[in-house]
């Protein structure tokens, strides 16, 4: 496996600033609309979802250009936080389980969040090594499993063709022995077929 590649330490640093401030932005938008009784925290988090991604374009130009995996982590996190901060109950579809924590608590609450706001930025920083990781090993399992399909088939062929098609042969008591003898030399047919049967002139 190749090196990992160094993760650039002030985007973590920035995404806890990006955090600070859709966290406020999101509390800010959750009380000067009125929402319907029916509506849903998911709901509120999708109505906040394209100012949110707005304003890290234009305010974080490095952070926006990590990606559409890490613009949807951070403004769920931030969204989830100022969710929580004021009721604490679990978050419809959410990937991010607060059930449980203390709301509006900084130390148990808010900071973990950011915690979770780094580790975004550190994980979308490294998203395209492990894809291309993925994608090698995806090559390595393909080759396995095409050398495997070769190794059978060629061991079905010559084992069909020693049996069959090789002009032995066969009597009352002799397939004892060239059935087992056929099954072995197929098994490893690509030296049968590369030396042995060179060797025997055939």
Same mark, same amino acid.
């Given at each position: 496996?190749?090196?990992?590649?160094?993760?650039? @330490?002030?985007?973590?640093?920035?995404?806890?600033? @990006?955090?600070?401030?859709?966290?406020?932005?999101?509390?800010?938008?959750? %009380? !000067?609309?009125?929402? =319907?009784?029916?509506?849903?925290?998911?709901?509120?988090?999708? +109505?906040?979802?394209?100012?949110?991604?707005?304003?890290?374009?234009? =305010?974080?130009?490095?952070?926006?250009?990590?990606?559409?995996?890490?613009?949807?982590?951070?403004?769920?996190?931030?969204?989830?936080?100022?969710?929580?901060?004021?009721?604490?109950?679990?978050?419809?579809?959410?990937?991010?389980?607060?059930?449980?924590?203390? !709301? %509006?608590?900084?130390?148990?609450?808010?900071?973990?969040?950011?915690?979770?706001?780094?580790?975004?930025?550190?994980?979308?920083?490294?998203?395209?090594?492990?894809? &291309?990781?993925?994608?090698?090993?995806?090559?390595?399992?393909? !080759?396995?499993?095409?050398?495997? &399909?070769?190794?059978?088939?060629?061991?079905?062929?010559?084992?069909?063709?020693?049996?069959?098609?090789?002009?032995?042969?066969?009597?009352?008591? =002799?397939?004892?022995? +060239?059935?087992?003898? =056929?099954?072995?030399?197929?098994?490893?047919?690509?030296?049968?077929?590369?030396?042995?049967?060179?060797?025997? %002139?055939?």
């Amino acid at each position: 496996m190749a090196k990992e590649p160094s993760v650039d @330490c002030s985007l973590l640093d920035e995404a806890e600033q @990006c955090f600070d401030k859709l966290y406020s932005k999101y509390e800010y938008l959750d %009380g !000067a609309i009125f929402w =319907n009784d029916d509506v849903t925290k998911s709901d509120k988090i999708a +109505a906040f979802f394209a100012p949110a991604a707005e304003f890290v374009r234009i =305010n974080h130009p490095k952070l926006y250009a990590l990606g559409d995996v890490f613009l949807n982590d951070i403004i769920r996190i931030a969204a989830c936080a100022a969710q929580n901060d004021e009721r604490n109950d679990p978050i419809d579809n959410s990937n991010f389980d607060w059930s449980g924590v203390p !709301a %509006g608590t900084y130390i148990s609450f808010i900071q973990p969040s950011k915690y979770y706001a780094r580790d975004a930025a550190r994980r979308a920083q490294m998203e395209p090594y492990y894809r &291309a990781e993925r994608r090698k090993q995806d090559r390595q399992n393909i !080759a396995l499993i095409l050398l495997l &399909a070769l190794e059978a088939i060629g061991s079905v062929a010559t084992f069909v063709f020693l049996t069959f098609f090789d002009g032995y042969i066969y009597n009352t008591w =002799n397939w004892l022995i +060239a059935i087992p003898v =056929n099954s072995f030399l197929s098994f490893i047919w690509p030296i049968y077929w590369l030396i042995l049967r060179p060797i025997m %002139g055939n």
